[in-house]
């Protein structure tokens, strides 16, 4: 898939020439006048010059609610998060493939997404972020970065949402169970669907001692996470990571799930756009998904109206919808920006 490389962490272009090289469509937009002063930004209206005003609303999104993860925006670390992400990315990315399609469950603000996206710019992933500001936030970060290697997704995840993928022929090269499987009540009919469709499964699980964390009838139910691992994969090698400073700095055990020897792994999976289209994406903007979909977009009248609700931009007066209040936020920036936003 013909897709523009996202922005590497750190880089800072001052021209219209730098964004180019991104292979960034020609609707650029310049900044007039902002905080940092003059600058370029993407066409919805995101790039260093507007990142002071970008930070003010991600204050305001996250305001009262945990900094999980590092908020990384156009590069720039504006917040940083619980967790130490470097240190776990370090661990599992020797195991990422270098093509096909990751699945990242319960995302929060997109750093191991953008990660992948940055550091395997073959992969395309499929993020899911049900919390709405959360999901905001991670929208701000992929769109700072032009990362279209990223769909944002914003259904709640469950084994259904599996099932419906896997009908649709879809599979997983890798999938990310970061400190998230001790939230999902079907646990089981996902990691038994997972073990059908997925190669890579990295699971981080929280110790037996660590208390106030997860569900607790889930946590019952799982028990020991590698005899529930190994029953969950039968046949399958079970590798243990090592173990990662959770919350509250305790200790949490990452694991590795080898994909079975049936895994085709000189042959990626292709990403199903119309299947992830159904799983309320909010980030690539909806000309993004046009492109990538072709006749499609317009021969499906299912897939025209699950286009129409992907929004093109976090724009004023559109604050009713998928993300509700946290897009409202989101969006806010925009007004008080008074910069024009192109569609791209």
């Known amino acids: 898939m013909a897709l523009a490389r996202s922005v590497p962490m750190g880089f800072n272009p001052g021209t219209e020439a730098e964004f180019r090289k991104f292979g960034v469509p020609a609707t650029v937009s310049r900044i007039a006048q902002s905080k940092s002063g003059p600058g370029w930004c ?18 305001s999104l996250t305001a009262g609610i945990s900094i999980y993860q590092d908020i990384v925006l156009a590069g ?27 699945l990242d469950v319960g995302s929060n603000f997109g750093w191991f997404a953008l990660q992948t996206a940055q550091c395997r710019p073959e992969m395309l992933v499929a993020s899911f972020e049900a919390d709405e500001r959360s999901a905001a936030v991670q929208y701000l970060v992929l769109a700072s970065h032009h990362a279209t290697r990223v769909a944002l997704l914003t259904r ?10 896997i009908a649709a022929g879809q599979r997983f090269d890798a999938v990310l169970l970061l400190s998230i499987l001790h939230w999902l009540p079907d646990y089981a009919s996902i990691l038994q669907l997972l073990h059908r469709s997925a190669g890579h499964v990295f699971v981080e699980y929280p110790a037996a001692d660590e208390t106030g964390v997860g569900r607790p009838e889930v ?8 005899p529930c691992l190994r029953n969950a994969f039968p046949g399958r090698t079970l590798q243990s990571l090592g173990q990662v400073t959770g919350p509250r700095r305790l200790p949490r055990d990452l694991w590795h799930v080898a994909p079975s020897a049936a895994w085709h ?3 990626p999976s292709r990403p199903d756009l119309a299947a992830l289209l159904a799983e309320r994406p909010i980030y ?3 000309s993004w998904w046009q492109t990538q979909l072709g006749d499609q977009a317009n021969t499906s009248r299912r897939t025209r109206r699950l286009l129409e609700a992907v929004p093109e931009a976090f724009r004023p007066g559109r604050a009713s919808g998928l993300l509700g209040k946290a897009r409202r936020g989101a969006g806010s920036w925009l007004r008080r920006c008074k910069m024009a936003v192109l569609p791209h």
Not at 44 to 57: E, F, K, Q, R, S
Not at 78 to 87: I, S, T
Not at 156 to 165: D, K, Q, S, Y
């Open 284 to 286: 690539p903007p909806r």
């Open 42 to 59: 993407w066409p919805n209206g995101i790039g260093p010059a507007t990142i002071p005003l970008v930070t003010d609303d991600i204050t």
């Open 219 to 226: 946590l019952r139910a799982i028990g020991p996470i590698e």
């Open 76 to 102: 720039e670390t504006v917040a940083a998060g619980e967790r130490d992400c470097p240190a776990r990315w370090a661990l599992i990315e020797p195991y990422l493939p270098h093509s096909g399609t990751v």
């Open 265 to 267: 792994e000189p042959r």
């Open 156 to 165: 709640t995840f469950r084994a259904g949402t599996l099932e419906r993928l």
